[in-house]
């Protein structure tokens, strides 16, 4: 089956809208372009609000970062935060469970966890006392505590969110455990330390490690969590693999070779847990998608040089990919396509119902025998 995929591309300040035809994927991830929207300035991570009427976008670029704000019923810039950001390079983000404040970090000296009031865009900074890098964040599902990775170092942050203050206490971990994710139920946090080629298990009302799965991969880095909390996904970018984890016992119980050099960086669960979109940094224009319910590779979506995925939470579930294609930065974002007239069915279910009115046939014609 073939079907027709639009997409939306941005060239200087216009909008062109382009048809290509390809290969229906075996999967549910949206691969239909809807929006593209001009960021400017060199993004990075990004969140969608709780409502999942706003995308936030860290950014560094032109000597300045910015957060930026994203209406996602308009697709729309609506603000650009760089003020407070001057001179700095924004990495991870992260938005409060009621929407109202937005977290991020930066580099510069000293090294910072930033919260900004959704509403007024005022913000404060508190200094995370480290000599590494913060790179991502992750908020318990409670909104009480944000976990700080780090390019660097053997120790995670743990910052109060209802008394943000200076210098947070730690959580001795791996060597450079850059990425983070939160349980469902907020109980659980795993980190992949990228040089120690593991994931620690951070109990959140202890704030001290349970658990540590050796030998991952090489190179972990983005993770994420099942929406049911029974596994956890790892990308590993030095041996072009995803691990998987079953989260009760932390044992390792698969490891999906993905394609080769494609060096999996940053992934994203789908709401309904079925498939792992992985962002490949050594093969431009890719997202891999991971079937969960046999860990096999369905299609990969074309993505114009893909950095960060996430998915809406409710609704329809768009999801949202940053892109850094060359001389343009951009937020892209895709939901899935609708079918054409006399086709009816749920993207990715594998069927379709098609109606249809036979032709009218001049008599002495041949029989119909199939239809393309």
């Known amino acids: ?73 308009t697709n729309t810039k609506t603000n650009e935060l760089t003020g407070p950001f001057a001179g700095l390079r924004l990495t991870g983000v992260g938005v409060s469970p009621s929407g109202s404040q937005v977290y991020t970090v930066s580099s510069g000296s000293p090294y910072k966890f930033w919260v900004v009031d959704s509403a007024t865009y005022t913000s404060l900074g508190y200094s995370l006392g480290s000599a590494s890098q913060p790179y991502e964040i992750a908020v318990t599902p409670n909104g009480q505590k944000a976990y700080v990775g780090y390019l660097g170092g053997t120790t995670v942050s743990v910052m109060n969110l209802a008394s943000p203050a200076n210098n947070p206490p730690t959580v001795p971990v791996g060597t450079e455990p850059r990425y983070l994710a939160v349980s469902p139920d907020g109980t659980r946090v795993y980190v992949s330390n990228y040089a120690s080629d593991s994931v620690s298990v951070i109990n959140t009302s202890t704030d001290t490690v349970v658990a540590t799965v050796s030998n991952v991969g090489d190179g972990p880095e983005g993770i994420r969590v099942t929406p049911d909390g029974s596994r956890v996904y790892v990308a590993n970018s030095n041996d072009n693999t995803v691990s998987v984890i079953r989260t009760s016992d932390n044992t390792k119980t698969d490891t999906i070779n993905m394609i080769a050099g494609s060096a999996p960086r940053r992934i994203a669960i789908s709401p309904d847990g079925t498939e792992v979109a992985v962002a490949s940094s050594g093969i431009a224009d890719q997202v891999q998608v991971i079937r969960t319910s046999d860990n096999t590779l369905a299609s990969p979506v074309t993505v114009t040089a893909p950095l960060s995925i996430a998915y809406e939470s409710t609704g329809t579930s768009p999801a949202y990919v940053t892109s850094w294609d060359p001389g343009r930065l951009r937020l892209l974002k895709y939901s899935a396509p609708t079918p054409p007239t006399g086709v009816t069915g749920v993207p990715g279910s594998g069927k379709v119902t098609v109606s249809w009115k036979p032709p009218t046939l001049i008599q002495g014609a041949p029989p119909i025998t199939g239809y393309t």
């Open 1 to 73: 089956m073939y079907r027709s995929v639009k997409a939306a591309l941005v060239v200087g300040l216009s909008v062109s809208l382009v048809t290509a035809v390809g290969a229906a994927g075996a999967h549910a991830f949206p691969d239909e372009q809807t929006a593209v929207v001009d960021l400017t300035i060199q993004a990075d991570f990004l969140a969608v609000s709780p409502s999942g009427d706003r995308v936030y976008v860290s950014s560094q670029g032109n000597g300045s970062g910015a957060l930026t704000t994203v209406d996602t019923a």
